[in-house]
């Protein structure tokens, strides 16, 4: 029974995955949400049986119907990678609510509102991150559209999830102010403004100093192995510009699901 619920995430994933494509599309050119889906190349628009999530790009062979031309491998991937997290989620906090008891025998578990929260927090934060991701990597920006109303959501949801708010707002102060100095020593050459923004939402995120310290290692720890492996490859040059989104979002995931284990295996070492 439990697989059934994790399959319905993954399904439910993959559609927000789609919606975050078109998402970060329409943000980019400051269009409406509400218009049906059309090709990006020639702006036909999709019937509904070629926006399948996943199943259309591989059904078409990776090129649209209206124009021959070829879609990006950003939407499957997005679509995969989103209906994979959304399913690791809903796992990973199933088990933690269970513990050791056996995830099937109490499946009326996850009817608690405490789980229906956490389970809300973490797909909001995996689709405010992905849209994040890919919206620096592609413009070296941060969307002040999606990292401030989700910062602000994130909150919220901590504060009915039974988080300290003193603590929420150390944390935010906290991942702001690291960067916001960053900013100040280098003049906004080393991060931009909208990573202040992104820390704030970092902190929220987090709730624990722990969790937060943890969260900011791992930026610069993805960072250095991606910037060092682009340098030997010779894509960059050791100046190139870096968007610490695309670095911070998996880092937030990872401290997300496993961070108590990572501190965990951290602290037992001495
Ligand atoms: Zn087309």
Redesign the pocket.
């Known amino acids: 029974m439990i697989y059934y619920f994790i399959f319905v995430s993954f399904l439910f994933g993959a559609i927000i995955g789609s919606f975050t494509n078109c998402f970060v599309w329409r943000l980019h050119e400051n269009e409406t949400l509400w218009d049906r889906s059309y ?6 628009l999709i019937a509904w049986f070629d926006n399948i999530p996943v199943l259309s790009f591989l059904f078409l062979r990776g090129r ?6 070829k879609i990006s491998w950003q939407y499957p991937l997005v679509e995969f990678s989103t209906a994979c997290l959304f399913a690791l989620s809903f796992y990973l906090l199933a088990k933690n609510l269970l513990g050791e008891a056996s995830l099937s025998d109490n499946l009326y578990l996850i009817a608690d509102n405490k789980f229906i929260l956490s389970l809300i927090k973490d797909w909001l934060i995996i689709f405010a991150l992905t849209t994040i991701f890919i919206y620096d990597l592609r413009w070296y920006l941060i969307p002040d559209k999606v990292a401030l109303p989700a910062a602000l959501l994130i909150f919220l949801l901590n504060i009915f999830l039974g988080y300290n708010w003193l603590t929420l707002l150390i944390c935010a102060i906290i991942g702001g102010g690291f960067f916001l100095l960053q900013f100040l020593v280098s003049q906004g050459k080393w991060v931009g403004g909208g990573d202040i923004r992104l820390g704030i939402l970092l902190g929220f995120a987090t709730g624990r100093y722990d969790e937060l310290i943890l969260a900011i290692l791992l930026t610069y720890f993805i960072g250095s192995i991606i910037g060092v492996g682009l340098v030997i490859f010779g894509k960059k040059d050791w100046s190139s510009k870096v968007p610490l989104g695309v670095f911070l979002a998996p880092a937030l995931l990872i401290t997300l699901f496993w961070g108590q284990r990572i501190i965990g295996w951290y602290t037992g070492m001495f």
């Open positions: 090709c990006p190349k020639c702006r036909k649209g119907r209206c124009c021959g031309k």
